[in-house]
């Protein structure tokens, strides 16, 4: 009975979805001709080379025209991992640290880790400090950065990551962040302000402003909050089945 | 890109594989009783939203709006930036619905030593 209702419904759903989607055409220029901006798309196309320096528009969406948003977008991440501490937090008895589930993985596995966790983190890295000139940006460099120590962790059993240094970094990054942004505030002009560093040559390294500046600091921090995240989420010991 | 007469099959397989991915996300939070299946259902749907929005973004022979050397001065159509921007954000405030949704999961096995919510009793009032 309760299947019946339920594709029912998602029938309904799936129906009217279909159904206006028939009225967007995959493909068609909802954007306008250049001359004429219809959409916010279109001005950002044609203003953000001019006014922020960067290459990228979607890093310049991401960390000029939304930055605040972006600030609300690391704060979520942080909160949620904030919240896995808390919500798995357990006392640990009197001589007891702390532990990881996964047995000792193969002597293949770890070697292989070992040769690939540099190249894994330089990668990372390279792909958040070229956030403003090619695909990729804060977000998915921290990403790669803390699958390079996915990887560690569970070829090694052993291997600790130093919780205070995650800490700082995570911290260092955010007051990066509301600093940089502060000090748009402080010159006179508005939160996050993109005119107190030149804005440099498009498409070198050292171009956009503040905009890379951020980004790195946005890169350094997601990826400690994804490590903390795998770490928490790897030192879970199972609970005793009780019969 | 012109996809001339598979116009229609492209726009029905884009469209199609991303409410497609929206239903069974939909179907597998309100019928499935595993707690973990259930987070799966939702981070499903996230990624058929995710794809189209992408997809609404798309215009025909669009580039990735990044004007790099090769695109400067040159005629190029690019595709719409926001959805894109949209989707980056969606899909790191997704990772953290699902990274608290696993954490509560693990807290309930813990409890009730059972991930299926029919076997939670305490729930019920």
Same mark, same amino acid.
């Given at each position: 009975?309760?299947?019946?209702?339920?594709?029912?419904?998602?029938?309904?759903?799936?129906?009217?979805?279909?159904?206006?989607?028939?009225?967007?055409?995959?493909?068609?220029?909802r954007?306008?001709?250049?001359?004429?901006?219809?959409?916010v798309?279109?001005?950002?196309?044609?203003?953000?080379?001019?006014?922020?320096?960067?290459?990228?528009?979607?890093?310049?969406?991401?960390?000029?025209?939304?930055?605040?948003?972006?600030?609300?977008?690391?704060?979520?991440?942080?909160?949620?991992?904030?919240?896995l501490g808390?919500?798995?937090?357990?006392?640990?008895?009197?001589?007891?640290?702390?532990?990881?589930?996964?047995?000792?993985?193969?002597?293949?596995?770890?070697?292989?880790?070992? =040769?690939l966790?540099?190249?894994?983190?330089?990668?990372?890295?390279?792909?958040?400090?070229?956030?403003?000139? %090619?695909?990729?940006?804060?977000?998915?460099?921290?990403?790669?950065?803390?699958?390079?120590?996915?990887? +560690?962790?569970?070829?090694?059993?052993?291997?600790?990551?130093?919780?205070?240094?995650? %800490?700082?970094?995570?911290?260092?990054?955010?007051?990066?962040?509301?600093?940089?942004? +502060?000090?748009?505030?402080?010159?006179?002009? %508005?939160?996050?302000?993109?005119?107190f560093? #030149?804005?440099?040559?498009?498409?070198?390294?050292?171009?956009?402003?503040?905009? #890379?500046? =951020?980004? =790195? *600091?946005?890169?350094?921090?997601? *990826?400690?909050?994804?490590?903390?995240?795998?770490?928490i989420?790897?030192?879970?010991? #199972?609970?005793?089945? !009780? !019969? | 890109?012109?996809?001339?007469?598979?116009?229609?099959?492209?726009?029905?397989?884009?469209?199609?594989?991303?409410?497609?991915?929206?239903?069974?996300?939909?179907?597998?939070?309100?019928?499935?009783?595993?707690?973990?299946? $259930?987070?799966?259902?939702?981070?499903?749907?996230?990624?058929?939203?995710?794809?189209?929005f992408?997809?609404?973004?798309?215009?025909?022979?669009? @580039?990735?709006?990044?004007?790099s050397?090769? &695109?400067?001065?040159?005629? &190029?159509?690019?595709?719409?930036? /926001?959805?894109?921007?949209?989707?980056?954000?969606?899909i &790191?405030?997704?990772?953290?619905? @699902?990274? /608290?949704?696993?954490?509560?999961? $693990?807290?309930?096995?813990?409890?009730?030593?059972?991930?299926? $919510?029919?076997?939670?009793?305490?729930?019920?009032?």
């Amino acid at each position: 009975m309760k299947n019946i209702i339920v594709i029912a419904l998602l029938l309904v759903v799936g129906f009217y979805l279909v159904d206006s989607f028939n009225y967007i055409k995959f493909g068609d220029n909802r954007l306008g001709a250049p001359s004429d901006e219809k959409t916010v798309g279109a001005y950002y196309l044609n203003n953000t080379v001019e006014k922020t320096g960067v290459a990228n528009v979607i890093t310049a969406i991401i960390v000029n025209y939304r930055g605040f948003d972006t600030l609300g977008e690391v704060t979520v991440l942080f909160l949620a991992t904030t919240g896995l501490g808390s919500i798995l937090y357990r006392r640990r008895k009197e001589g007891e640290h702390e532990e990881r589930v996964t047995k000792e993985s193969s002597y293949l596995l770890q070697t292989g880790s070992k =040769i690939l966790f540099p190249f894994v983190i330089l990668l990372g890295i390279y792909v958040f400090i070229h956030g403003h000139l %090619t695909p990729g940006g804060g977000f998915q460099g921290g990403a790669i950065v803390a699958t390079g120590f996915l990887l +560690m962790l569970i070829a090694y059993k052993n291997f600790k990551l130093g919780h205070n240094q995650l %800490t700082w970094v995570e911290s260092l990054a955010g007051i990066t962040f509301v600093s940089i942004g +502060m000090w748009g505030l402080i010159t006179g002009g %508005t939160f996050l302000e993109n005119s107190f560093i #030149p804005k440099g040559t498009l498409n070198s390294l050292f171009s956009g402003g503040i905009i #890379p500046i =951020i980004y =790195i *600091a946005v890169g350094f921090k997601v *990826a400690a909050e994804l490590t903390g995240v795998l770490d928490i989420l790897l030192s879970i010991k #199972p609970s005793k089945i !009780k !019969k | 890109m012109d996809f001339g007469q598979y116009q229609n099959i492209v726009t029905i397989s884009v469209y199609g594989s991303a409410i497609a991915l929206i239903l069974i996300g939909l179907y597998a939070v309100l019928i499935k009783k595993n707690l973990i299946k $259930i987070v799966i259902g939702l981070s499903l749907a996230d990624a058929g939203i995710h794809l189209l929005f992408v997809a609404i973004g798309y215009l025909k022979g669009g @580039t990735a709006p990044i004007f790099s050397p090769s &695109v400067v001065g040159e005629n &190029v159509t690019m595709v719409d930036p /926001v959805p894109q921007a949209l989707v980056l954000t969606a899909i &790191v405030i997704g990772f953290a619905v @699902t990274a /608290v949704a696993l954490s509560l999961v $693990i807290r309930l096995y813990k409890h009730h030593n059972t991930a299926r $919510i029919d076997q939670i009793k305490s729930l019920k009032w």
